[in-house]
């Protein structure tokens, strides 16, 4: 997809600024507070998927939705990547900025049972259709902790989620396809609670909902999870997260006509250096 490559170059830069910037830091966190001042993490996803997409107009006719995991076979379960990494500053470490990437590549291929019509295109009982789909997810956000203490650390977030994503029916002789970056600003909240100083419950919410012309869209993503450091600056992780990703356009503001909805449900494991 053609916002892979600068997804990662944008990723891997940002996150070399991060780490040099943590370590050359000499602003401590606070000796009594058991907050990292930065770090960087690696890890995979066990999800599980429901998405549906029409391609083209409702109004004109050519409004049919087709979930991809129940019409076309789909895989419901993949394993996916992600690596990120996040940094805080100022005098008191109340200021935080992160930035994460997220890939999930999906392809299947099927005799159809009966018709599908997907935008202007057909796909008649007994054809062999293939699907691939590509989502990446590139999340960076800004946090001010308006509480941070030796137990908790609550903050505001706001942050922005760039989704480039892309699907393919593709037949015997004819094919459908589309392939679109959904840019959507969140509003969020996150806590941090220090059940030890080497094991916290991390929870955060983010969220956002737009209405403007023809476009309408809407994003829920939730975690859940626990992290532990067994050594100093080493530490292993693992959580739930909820995401779920609605939009409808009419290929004016973003390079769809018709509407994606998408949710995964996962487990994430990672390892974690801090600093």
Known sequence: MRTTL???LMLACALGALSTAAAASDTDTGSDLPWKRGGIYLGGFLNRYDSTVRLGSEAAGLGLEVNLEDALGLDTKTQDVRVGGYWRFGETSR????LDWIKSDRSASKVLEEDITVGDTTFT????VG???SLSILRASYSYSFIMDERLDLSAAFGLYTMPFSFKFQGVSSSE???FTAPLPVVGLHADIAITPEFFLKQS???FYLEYGGYTGSLADIYLG???YPWKHLGIGLGFESFRLGIEADGQEIDLEGNVKYAQNGLFGYLTYAF
């Open 95 to 98: 200021h935080k900025v992160s």
């Open 205 to 207: 919410v983010d969220l």
């Open 226 to 228: 626990v992290e532990w």
């Open 131 to 133: 699907l691939e789909s």
């Open 125 to 128: 009982q007994g054809t062999k």
């Open 6 to 8: 600068p997804a990662w």
């Open 177 to 179: 396809s589309s392939d």
